[in-house]
């Protein structure tokens, strides 16, 4: 199967080690292909910049896409015209504007990934086609 994380799921492998039970069964599970949106990536990045998350693994600063890709195994899936698409004409969920997250959620939708995520927010888009799982 493949799988897409989300931000606080990439976020939490890398700074606590937090990942429920579930999810760590998919993640470590080799016939699943676990991807990343380069939007995880960018948001990575934008919050080690702004001193909001250490963006270390054992106390050595990370290169983001060689930790994803080369010591996590997955692979970085890249944002294209057809996830703008879809982001273009994602309705806006009650109390749920973060661009971030609704890129990430258009992505998966248009690919049709399983989006696990810790955001208690993301259930809402499943009337939209998300195929949601969680990480809590």
Known sequence: MRYFIDTNVLINIIE?????????SIILD???VIYVSSECVH??????QAG???GKKNNVKIDIF????NTLGFKVK??????????DVLEMVEGHTDPFDRLIIAQAIT???SLISSDKKFPKYRKM?????PNY
Not at 16 to 24: A, G, K, R
Not at 80 to 85: G, I, N, R, S, T
């Open 16 to 24: 606590t080690d937090y990942i429920s039970n579930d999810v760590q």
């Open 30 to 32: 080799y016939e699943n």
């Open 43 to 48: 948001e990575f990045m934008q919050l080690v």
């Open 52 to 54: 909001k998350i250490a």
């Open 66 to 69: 060689d930790f994803v890709e």
């Open 78 to 87: 890249y944002i294209a015209k057809e996830h703008l698409k879809t982001f």
């Open 111 to 113: 690919e049709k990934l």
């Open 129 to 133: 086609g998300l195929d949601f799982i």
